[in-house]
């Protein structure tokens, strides 16, 4: 048994505290960063007291801080770990300015990692000025610590996770500057540093976190419209600067399969042209390093392909579905090759993105075959890649273009068996409105003539669930008015559907903002539901009091129009669509939505890829 003196006891108690603190696993370790810091204060004062041989050490210090620097329960915990680390600080200055003093207490001095792990704590939050002003206040030697590296990289990460590339990539120029102004090729500035106190110079990973920070850019909302055109550039400009430093002899800085991987996601979120084939001329070269010059490290991972696979699924391009099955098949050899020593192992993010593009269609038939073709092998691969929730997204939205006799049936079996696996406590196959709707839209482009009766009965499941995840919206809405606009049949059939309807254009005034595609689907199933040829009487005027709401919301783009023009069956009706407005003495026929007062289309959206 290893003997273990006090003070190491104690730090080992903190850092256990400590690593609770950074625990997402259970509700009992919130709380302990404060009971950490506790821990600490009470020993000091023991300590102080003569009741405790051993003071606590900076380690001791630093442990402490990580905890709240870990702390995700406590929204203050940023705050009160600067605070503890201040109180630190400042009570070491007055120590020396009472050193006569013979009761002065000794506290322990706050040392870089004391630093670093503020500056880190400020940047996990995303607190980039609190970490770069953290930063800027060590440079100027008031905390009586040097920064380096790690300092300096910390503050480049707080830019990253901010999404603030243009940030980051000024601070590394300034290191690259203030260490080594030789290395710089903007040669305008050298000049100005050659008088600085010298910073430690950038390395991998600080190239690296600037990748991050343009690769996380376009990443998760909406991205900022200045980053869309140069995100990507921005990237491969970087890792080609990394590229020659290495080349030139700079040992620190060389491009790791992260550097390539950080550019490929950056390639991967973009929609500009070409982006995609880029992303695959990086990817080849990172194989042909590996394999001709003995870049072992640079062989693709599993993140690598997926980025890859990811590229190909926003280019549009009608050979992307095969290339990617392509790239996962690699994989797949790879994998079964190899075993577990394999760094590709396909896993289910990447079954997923080659599901998903198989669900883009691009004019392949046999789309839904081959989606639905690789989840089952993802089920045969047990948990190296378990089907999940955005898998089955994917495969019911490949089904949504299938519009065969049996996609219905499928779409319908492949929510069933969400349902029944999340009964069965796997919380990864939760069915949430996304799915139900996707299958809404599956029964709205079938085939089936009782298509409004299907997705009416659906909906009413889906109510019956009645859970947070499966509110009805109006993805949902306008997808059961899709299906009853293009119901068909028996007279029987088509009153159903028109009175479902009615009933769903109710529900959507009562409970959510009705979209463009709500009016465009409502008033196809009133033009083509109705029991005679046209809209008369009380139907007319119910159709042309809903048109003038449509106005009123400013929701009137063509596809609106156009079903209003097909409802009319005379001249007096037109009239009755243009009260109000000097367009009564234009010719209807010609008209469209741009000529419309701007007051009725100023909401309205555009979804010309829609098939009515």
Known sequence: MTNRTPLQSLNLNLNSLAKQASSRNSQADHGVAARAQELLQRIEALHNEGYYAVA????????????WAQDESDPDATSKAFQLLLSYHETEEDDHSDASDSNSINRVKPDIISFNTMILAFAKRGASKEARTLLERIQTSEFEVEPNIISYNSVLYAHAIAREPEAAERVLKDMIASSSPQLLLDSDIKDIWANRTLTPKPDTNSFNTVLLAWARSNQWGKPKQRYLKSACAKAEDLLWHMENLHGAGNKLVEPDIYSYTLVLQALSQSRRPGASKRAMKLFRNMERLSREEGKENLSP????????????????????????????????????????????????????????????????????????????????????????????TSVLKAMTESQTSTSAAVATSLLEEMIEAYRNGNAALEPTSIHYNVVLDVYAKSPHFDKAVRAYGLYQKMMAQNTTNTQA????????????????????????AHNIAIKIFDKVLKTCQPSSITFVFFFKALRKLQTSSTLQGKEWKAFVKTFQYCCKLGLVNDFVFDQ??????????ERDLLSSTPLQEQEFGNLKAADLPPKWTRNASDFRATKL
């Not at 599993?302 to 549009?316: D, E, K, Q, R």
């Not at 075959?369 to 948990?383: F, I, S, V, Y």
């Not at 209003?564 to 009706?573: I, T």
């Open 56 to 67: 606590p050490d900076v380690v001791s210090l630093n442990s402490v801080l990580n905890a």
């Open 301 to 392: 991972n599993t993140v690598t392909y997926t980025n890859a696979i990811t590229s190909l699924c926003h280019s549009g391009s009608p050979q992307a579905a095969t290339q990617a099955q392509a790239l996962l098949q690699d994989m797949l050899d790879r994998y079964e090759k190899e075993g577990d020593n394999c760094n590709c192992i396909p896993d289910t993010v990447a079954f997923t993105a080659v599901i998903t593009c198989w669900a883009r269609g691009y004019q392949h038939d046999d789309s839904p075959n081959q989606a639905l073709a690789l989840m089952e092998r993802m089920k045969l691969m047990g948990d190296v890649a378990p089907p999940n929730a955005l898998t089955y």
């Open 564 to 573: 209003a023009k097909l409802a009319c069956s005379n001249k007096q009706q």
């Open 473 to 496: 919206n109006i993805v949902t809405y306008n997808s059961i008015l899709r299906a009853c606009a293009n119901t068909f049949g028996s007279p029987e059939t088509k009153s159903t």
